[in-house]
């Protein structure tokens, strides 16, 4: 028991700060959930837990990885779509090189080093809930901080209130 308690503490103290806020749009109703930390540091984790909501309407999940960079990830039956706000940040992060693998980025690590941060991905994710290419571009361009970033998703599209009150109680 004691080893096993030890693992979770260093899979903890691993996992960097942030949070996943997972986004339901059901009968023209927005919800936001908090998901579980572990979704920070493991694509595949936010994923299954997305899928795990079963829910008739629009689900995705945004998440918010140490305010360096977010990634918007929207489960769908045809897969996974995805959008990383900053694609060098794979030098550093897990998540964000397991985002590039799935999108079969043309971007190679070594090569990373040395560009500036870009986004990765499908800029239309939101688009049929009322986010356009066009306002995602000029969010991603800002210089804010990832958590902004999302905050301001979240207020283009309608649901900055609930996704305000999921962060009070996270204490962010």
Known sequence: MGAQRAQAKDQAADLPEGFGVAVVREDGTWRC?????GVLNNLSAAETELRELR???AVFGLLDVDDEFFVIVRPAPSGTRLLISDATAAL???IAEEVLEKLDADVDLDDLEDEDPFAEGDLGVLSDLGLSEGVLSIILDDDDYADEQ???IAQEMGFGD???A???KLDR
């Open 162 to 164: 609930q996704m305000a």
């Open 55 to 57: 829910s008739a309407g």
């Open 33 to 37: 959930t908090p998901m579980r930390p």
């Open 150 to 152: 999302l905050t301001r």
């Open 92 to 94: 550093d992060y897990d």
């Open 166 to 168: 999921v962060l009070d």
